[in-house]
Nanobody, 123 residues
Framework: QVQLVESGGGLVQPGGSLRLSCATS????????MGWYRQAPGKQRELVAA???????NYADSVKGRFTISRDNAKNTVYLQMNSLKPEDTAVYYC?????????????????WGQGTLVTVSS
């Protein structure tokens, strides 16, 4: 069983910073793309940022220049550094990973989601 566990969410004032972390556990063989998504109340889930195993990154236009995604391949962990936060960044942030897992003598390719962590930007 593979699990993604996010941490680092909370309440922050506009202009402040937060750093989200997503740790993985389970019988993971390798991880391809890892990413962060968010879902605000009444809105669809959207991609915030993604990073490949080789380090290539992709950002939503709304966060470019303010958010930075990074990963530690040795720890199978992904981070999201969020600076200059705005009230419109308020959402539940979800970690996502596309990965190979070992199941007995076989390998399976899965897309896995974390449970989400709430980020609230408010004065």
């Amino acid at each position: 069983q593979v699990q993604l566990v996010e941490s680092g969410g909370g309440l922050v004032q506009p202009g402040g910073s937060l750093r989200l972390s997503c740790a993985t556990s389970g019988s993971i063989f390798s991880i391809d793309t890892m990413g962060w998504y968010r879902q605000a109340p009444g809105k669809q889930r959207e991609l915030v940022a993604a990073i490949t195993s080789g380090g290539s990154t992709n950002y939503a236009d709304s966060v470019k220049g303010r958010f930075t995604i990074s990963r530690d391949n040795a720890k199978n962990t992904v981070y999201l550094q969020m600076n200059s936060l705005k009230p419109e960044d308020t959402a539940v942030y979800y970690c996502n990973a596309s990965l190979w897992v070992v199941t007995g003598a076989d390998y399976r390719y899965l897309e896995v989601w974390g449970q989400g962590t709430l980020v609230t930007v408010s004065s």
